[in-house]
């Protein structure tokens, strides 16, 4: 979004890289926004705004914003005059030229209709979801540090000290003119625009699944219990899981280092639920180690039995 800031819009693109848009866009969210969104707070806080009414607005903001992110409800009549609704959110979402810079609203579309930059849903231009610059991948690792990884390497390559600095801090798609010229970006022209796909046999699918959901376990447990557990463990349990969300996410884009990896990672789970009561993520306990026992072997023999699956579709 050509009003934000290089290095804001690389902390917020997490969220507008989906390429489709459904309820569960609005749950993608960044993981580093929390560096740079006291700035806008704080101010709140010096001029005396109560916390109770800062959360309960902020609150507000964020629960409304949920239910506008699907396709399947049209325009609301009336309603678009004021409030923020799923037809003028899915224009902020586009990457079509005509929505580019549109509707920022979050509950109410008064004021960029008083500012100039709304833009109504248009039945003769449908909305093309996702960034620019595509994601391409499905890990969510790479989402996040993906235009991070692209502004340090316009930094380090440009000539100028000035535009190393400054990089960070230009409107959004801002690029030193020497890095420019050495290093285009080519972008998708938005009517030859696909979706990024990645096929997978139904055996990948259920095993990366199955997996995956019993990380969000592990990862429920790490936010339930994060104001009680010692930094040691906190820092053992998100390296857990992120290292096992990199792996998940080679695994569904069927990188032919996908097995190896995940080879990798059952191997490693060893040393770390040996670690674990090291550092106090949970108590030692034998049924722990049973538990580890059996998933690791489940684990190995469906990986056995996949294999044929993977090494088939990945190619050479």
């Known amino acids: 979004m050509g009003h934000e800031r290089n290095i804001l819009w690389a902390a917020h693109s997490v969220h507008h890289q989906s390429e489709d848009y459904n309820l569960s866009t609005a749950l993608r969210q960044t993981s580093t926004g929390f560096l740079l969104s006291w700035i806008f707070y704080l101010p709140l806080a010096l001029i005396g705004v109560p916390l109770a009414v800062f959360v ?16 399947h409800i049209p325009k609301l009549g009336w309603f678009e005059w004021f409030f923020v609704t799923p037809s003028n959110h899915r224009a902020h979402h586009a990457q079509n030229l005509v929505y580019m810079d549109r509707n920022y ?27 620019t610059t595509p994601l391409r991948s499905w890990n969510p690792l790479w989402a996040n540090l993906q235009f991070y990884a692209q502004l340090a390497a316009d930094a380090r390559h440009a000539d100028s ?9 230009m409107p959004t798609g801002w690029r030193p003119a020497d890095v420019a010229l050495r290093y285009p970006i080519n972008k998708p022209d938005p009517g030859q625009f696909r979706k990024f796909e990645v096929p997978l046999s139904l055996t990948q699918q259920m095993y990366v699944g199955v997996q995956f959901s019993l990380y969000t376990l592990l990862g429920s447990y790490l936010l339930s219990n994060g104001e009680i557990l010692p930094w040691p463990a906190l820092i053992l349990g998100w390296g857990w899981v992120a290292s096992g969300l990199f792996v998940f ?64 579709l990945a190619g050479p």
């Open 161 to 169: 000290r000035w535009d190393k600095l400054r990089i960070w801090f």
């Open 56 to 71: 309960a607005v902020a609150s507000l903001n964020l629960l409304y914003q949920f239910w506008v992110h699907t396709r």
């Open 105 to 131: 609203g979050g509950v109410f579309i008064v004021w960029d209709r008083l500012f100039g930059t709304f833009q109504e849903e248009l039945d003769s231009e449908p909305p093309i979801f996702g960034v």
């Open 249 to 312: 996410g080679m695994a569904l884009e069927n990188r032919p280092s996908a097995l190896r990896l995940e080879g990798v990672r059952l191997a490693a789970n060893l040393p770390l639920v040996a670690l674990a009561p090291i550092a106090g993520l949970w108590p030692a306990n034998s049924l722990v180690w049973a538990a580890l026992l059996v998933y690791t072997l489940l684990s190995t023999i469906a990986v056995y039995c996949a294999r044929g699956h993977f090494t088939r």
